[in-house]
């Protein structure tokens, strides 16, 4: 079915789209902060501290990773919107250290939007699926308005062999595996004022489902992984900081950006989210980078890589290792002790 032709462009339905739609950490954290941690003893990661996903214990060998996402249209192409919201969803479960292992959807459209349209979703988010090692096993889906999709994921990992959060080390480098920028180039887009390529760089590093880099990272024994998603880098990397108690001091020029992003910030695109992002993590943060730079740590990403710690001394054999298996990745900071976050 031709999209242009049938005048039905996606992104149109959606006040913002992908991770940029996420609710403000900083009201999240306000909202949670009355909540009692469940006490059962094996929850092995629930509300105290959240993570990428809760875990619970099976037995001494198997536990469950469970984790949702879902967020409105990021691209007018159905296929690549739901490939791009089932890798996001996904990727959640190989942040923990698992691998998925079923999965059901999450959907709302408006009843007037052609069939055609949701079954190219459907089938794209099915073939990501099924190439993370999961299925997608049915789902449930609603009318609303403003589109949205995506997946409830159950998998498993060994309960000795959970990636937290709260695991960095004083010692610890700091590498990413995806390039920053996928919510200012998708707000460029909106705007009309991307450059050529931009789009179709940040789409295929949206689509790049994180199951290669968590493979190759697994027998590293990583002390800290999270994912890079609406909450930006600078978001993710305070979390990271707070919750293992040090101090991490990223490298502003090592940053990875996607093709015109630096340019797009510098311009000055930003996204609802970056001002959601700085509510939530500047007053953690020292920066003596430039506002460009700045915003790219900010920007909210969606289907964004793995934020890894672990001991300097393994870093140069995984990073050897990861760039043989064709996966990117930057080393972008080191963790000490102390406090706060330092993007110098």
């Known amino acids: 079915m031709d999209l242009e032709a049938a005048g039905v462009k996606l992104t149109d339905l959606a006040s913002c789209g992908g991770c940029a739609a996420k609710y403000s950490a900083a009201r999240l ?6 909540f009692v941690p469940v006490d059962a003893e094996n929850l092995l990661v629930g509300l105290a501290p959240a993570d990428d996903a809760a875990v619970y ?6 536990a469950l990773i469970f984790t949702l996402d879902f967020f409105p249209p990021v691209v007018d192409d159905p296929g690549d919107y739901g490939a791009i919201a089932a890798a996001n969803a996904l990727n959640d479960v190989f942040a923990m250290g698992g691998m ?13 939007l052609p069939t055609e349209i949701l079954a190219r979703v459907f089938a794209a988010a099915d073939e990501q699926v099924r190439a993370s090692g999961a299925l997608l096993a049915g789902g449930h889906t609603i009318r609303d ?53 931009a789009l179709d ?15 190759t990272v697994r027998p590293f024994e990583p002390n800290a992984v999270t994912d890079v ?56 943060v020292d920066s003596t980078a430039d506002a460009a730079t700045e915003a790219l740590a900010f920007d909210p990403q969606t289907a964004g890589g793995l934020l890894v710690s672990l001991p300097a001394e393994r870093a140069p ?5 990861l760039a043989a298996e064709g996966v990117s990745a ?11 976050v330092v993007l110098e």
């Open 29 to 34: 954290e306000e909202l949670l902060a009355g």
């Open 229 to 284: 998603t609406g909450f930006g880098l600078l978001g993710h990397v305070h979390e990271l900081a707070s919750r293992s108690d040090v101090r991490v001091v990223l490298d502003a020029q090592a940053l990875p950006a996607l093709p015109g992003a630096l340019e797009l910030a510098a311009s000055g695109v930003r996204t609802g989210g970056d001002r959601r992002n700085r509510d939530f993590a500047e007053r953690h």
């Open 201 to 215: 760089a940040a789409v295929a590093s949206m689509l790049d489902l994180n199951m290669a880099a968590a493979d």
């Open 145 to 197: 308005a403003e589109p949205k999709y995506g997946l409830a994921v159950v998998g498993t990992v060994h309960p000795e062999h959970i990636w937290p959060k709260a695991g960095a080390r004083p010692g610890d480098v700091l590498l990413l595996t995806k390039r920053l920028g996928t919510g200012i180039v998708l707000q460029a887009q909106r705007d009309g004022i991307a450059p050529d390529g």
């Open 100 to 112: 998925p292992l079923l999965a059901l959807s999450i959907a709302a459209f408006p009843e007037e």
């Open 57 to 62: 214990r099976l037995d001494d060998e198997r």
């Open 330 to 340: 930057a080393r972008i900071g080191r963790v000490e002790t102390g406090s706060r």
């Open 317 to 321: 054999v995984l990073e050897a290792t």
